[in-house]
Protein backbone atom coordinates (compact mmCIF):
# COMPACT_ATOMS: atom_id res chain seq x y z
CA UNK A 1 0.00 0.00 0.00
CA UNK A 2 1.58 3.10 -1.06
CA UNK A 3 1.26 6.16 1.14
CA UNK A 4 0.33 8.17 -1.48
CA UNK A 5 -3.06 6.68 -2.80
CA UNK A 6 -4.10 6.62 1.36
CA UNK A 7 -3.69 10.30 1.63
CA UNK A 8 -6.87 12.70 1.49
CA UNK A 9 -6.54 16.23 0.09
CA UNK A 10 -6.39 17.35 3.49
CA UNK A 11 -3.58 15.49 4.70
CA UNK A 12 -1.41 16.40 1.27
CA UNK A 13 -2.50 19.85 2.10
CA UNK A 14 -1.01 19.54 5.86
CA UNK A 15 2.58 17.97 4.65
CA UNK A 16 2.41 20.31 2.13
CA UNK A 17 2.07 23.05 5.03
CA UNK A 18 5.47 21.22 6.25
CA UNK A 19 3.88 19.32 9.06
CA UNK A 20 4.64 15.12 9.58
CA UNK A 21 1.98 13.34 9.46
CA UNK A 22 1.94 11.55 12.19
CA UNK A 23 -0.33 8.74 13.32
CA UNK A 24 -2.57 11.83 15.68
CA UNK A 25 -2.95 13.65 12.89
CA UNK A 26 -4.04 11.06 10.36
CA UNK A 27 -6.14 9.31 12.98
CA UNK A 28 -8.45 12.97 13.93
CA UNK A 29 -8.51 13.99 10.11
CA UNK A 30 -10.09 10.24 9.40
CA UNK A 31 -12.84 10.86 11.81
CA UNK A 32 -13.31 14.26 10.83
CA UNK A 33 -13.99 13.12 6.83
CA UNK A 34 -15.59 9.84 7.90
CA UNK A 35 -18.35 11.97 10.11
CA UNK A 36 -18.87 14.65 7.24
CA UNK A 37 -17.10 16.99 9.16
CA UNK A 38 -19.77 17.96 11.71
CA UNK A 39 -17.98 16.65 15.57
CA UNK A 40 -17.61 18.23 18.81
CA UNK A 41 -13.89 18.11 20.24
CA UNK A 42 -15.62 15.71 22.98
CA UNK A 43 -16.79 13.20 19.39
CA UNK A 44 -13.54 13.58 18.43
CA UNK A 45 -11.87 12.92 21.43
CA UNK A 46 -14.49 9.41 21.77
CA UNK A 47 -13.84 8.63 18.56
CA UNK A 48 -9.94 8.71 18.10
CA UNK A 49 -10.01 6.79 21.81
CA UNK A 50 -11.95 3.75 19.79
CA UNK A 51 -9.47 3.55 17.21
CA UNK A 52 -6.35 4.46 18.86
CA UNK A 53 -6.27 4.65 22.75
CA UNK A 54 -2.46 5.39 22.55
CA UNK A 55 -3.46 8.71 21.09
CA UNK A 56 -3.65 11.36 23.98
CA UNK A 57 -6.09 14.03 24.82
CA UNK A 58 -3.53 16.96 24.23
CA UNK A 59 -1.93 15.85 21.02
CA UNK A 60 -5.69 15.46 19.91
CA UNK A 61 -6.50 19.10 21.44
CA UNK A 62 -3.01 20.05 19.39
CA UNK A 63 -4.00 18.63 16.19
CA UNK A 64 -7.41 20.97 16.25
CA UNK A 65 -6.16 23.62 17.08
CA UNK A 66 -2.99 22.71 13.75
CA UNK A 67 -5.90 22.15 11.41
CA UNK A 68 -7.66 25.45 12.26
CA UNK A 69 -4.32 27.65 12.04
CA UNK A 70 -4.43 25.95 8.61
CA UNK A 71 -8.12 26.61 7.44
CA UNK A 72 -8.41 22.70 7.38
CA UNK A 73 -11.25 23.08 9.99
CA UNK A 74 -12.92 26.25 11.68
CA UNK A 75 -14.36 25.60 14.72
CA UNK A 76 -18.35 27.05 15.25
CA UNK A 77 -20.47 27.55 18.47
CA UNK A 78 -23.81 25.73 17.98
CA UNK A 79 -26.61 25.93 20.36
CA UNK A 80 -24.94 28.34 22.68
CA UNK A 81 -22.37 25.56 23.88
CA UNK A 82 -19.23 26.07 25.27
CA UNK A 83 -17.43 23.28 23.25
CA UNK A 84 -16.74 23.92 19.86
CA UNK A 85 -18.24 22.09 16.90
CA UNK A 86 -15.51 21.37 14.32
CA UNK A 87 -16.51 21.77 10.74
CA UNK A 88 -14.54 20.78 7.64
CA UNK A 89 -13.67 23.10 5.24
CA UNK A 90 -13.57 21.36 1.87
CA UNK A 91 -11.95 23.87 -0.86
CA UNK A 92 -12.62 26.58 1.76
CA UNK A 93 -15.86 26.83 1.89
CA UNK A 94 -18.74 25.67 4.31
CA UNK A 95 -22.57 26.64 4.47
CA UNK A 96 -25.15 25.41 6.07
CA UNK A 97 -28.39 25.82 7.56
CA UNK A 98 -29.58 25.11 11.41
CA UNK A 99 -33.14 24.43 11.54
CA UNK A 100 -33.76 26.51 14.78
CA UNK A 101 -36.75 23.98 16.27
CA UNK A 102 -34.79 20.46 15.20
CA UNK A 103 -30.90 21.39 14.88
CA UNK A 104 -31.35 19.62 12.30
CA UNK A 105 -28.40 21.23 9.72
CA UNK A 106 -28.77 21.35 5.88
CA UNK A 107 -25.10 21.43 3.90
CA UNK A 108 -25.19 23.44 0.44
CA UNK A 109 -22.88 23.29 -1.60
CA UNK A 110 -22.85 26.55 -4.01
CA UNK A 111 -22.98 29.85 -1.96
CA UNK A 112 -22.54 32.74 -4.69
CA UNK A 113 -19.98 34.84 -2.02
CA UNK A 114 -17.01 34.48 -5.11
CA UNK A 115 -18.20 38.43 -6.01
CA UNK A 116 -18.33 39.23 -2.42
CA UNK A 117 -14.92 38.10 -1.19
CA UNK A 118 -13.66 39.52 -4.53
CA UNK A 119 -15.06 43.23 -3.21
CA UNK A 120 -13.72 42.69 -0.30
CA UNK A 121 -10.29 42.01 -1.21
CA UNK A 122 -10.36 45.06 -3.32
CA UNK A 123 -12.04 47.26 -0.71
CA UNK A 124 -10.28 46.34 2.56
CA UNK A 125 -6.78 44.93 1.08
CA UNK A 126 -7.21 41.53 2.49
CA UNK A 127 -6.42 37.81 1.31
CA UNK A 128 -9.24 35.30 2.12
CA UNK A 129 -8.57 32.38 2.51
CA UNK A 130 -12.07 30.83 3.36
CA UNK A 131 -15.65 31.42 4.62
CA UNK A 132 -18.10 29.52 7.24
CA UNK A 133 -21.20 30.74 6.24
CA UNK A 134 -24.48 29.48 8.44
CA UNK A 135 -28.39 30.43 8.14
CA UNK A 136 -31.03 30.28 10.33
CA UNK A 137 -34.49 28.91 10.12
CA UNK A 138 -36.61 26.33 10.08
CA UNK A 139 -36.38 23.27 7.98
CA UNK A 140 -39.24 21.68 5.65
CA UNK A 141 -40.44 19.76 8.52
CA UNK A 142 -40.74 22.63 10.95
CA UNK A 143 -42.30 25.19 9.00
ZN1 LIG B 1 -22.12 22.23 8.00
ZN1 LIG C 1 -36.46 21.38 11.82
ZN1 LIG D 1 -18.73 29.47 -0.20
Not at 80 to 94: C, K
Not at 96 to 118: D, K, Q, S
Request: proline share 3%.
Amino acid sequence: MSEIETLSPRAIRLREAGHKLTNARLTVLNVLENNGGHLTSAEVLDQVDKIDSSIGRASVFRTLDLLTSLSIIRPTYMNSSMTPTYVLMPDGHHHHIVCTNCNRIIEFENCGLGAIAAELEERLHVKLTGHLLEFYGLCDKCS
